[in-house]
């Protein structure tokens, strides 16, 4: 049984960030509550991961908004810490998604990249995301998907003009 809280701490004791690092991040609304992909709220959520990255913060490499949750993976500068990063995000887009009774979850995950790890994997998973669930339709680009522009040179050519191929969704 899951007691509230008592992970929490843990995560955060030993959570780490270093310069250069990549992050994929997961940031969930409060009871999974649907509404991150209306217009005005997705194009706030953007806007201010934008200016994370215009002010030297973090590097965005991939990311994608879904109507419950956000996946991101970004690379850090080493200016602020990651949990700072996040909480900024969080902070900056608090009142409008008030006005729609939508909350963030009071944490967030984030998986630390390793130098062994899988770029590639990390970013097909973040590009698969809407169209696992039926999000989006696999023969369609999903409106709230971007890529850096790093890796948008290496994964665009490799996807189906920006489409799923069907083997993927299997």
Known sequence: MHTPGRGDGALRRYRVSLPETSFFLTLCTEARIEGLTRDNIATAIRTELSAIESDGHWIQRAGVLMP???HVLVRLTGE??????????????????LVHRIFWQPNFYEHRLRPDDSVEDVVRYIFLN???????????NYRWFWL??????????????GKPFPEWLR
């Open 130 to 140: 809407p169209f696992r669930p039926g999000v989006a339709a696999s023969n369609s």
């Open 80 to 97: 602020l810490p990651i949990a700072r990063c996040v909480a900024r995000l969080k902070s900056k887009t608090r009142q409008l998604l």
């Open 68 to 70: 419950d949750h956000l």
């Open 148 to 161: 850096g522009a790093e890796e948008a040179a290496w994964f665009t050519p490799g996807t189906d003009n």
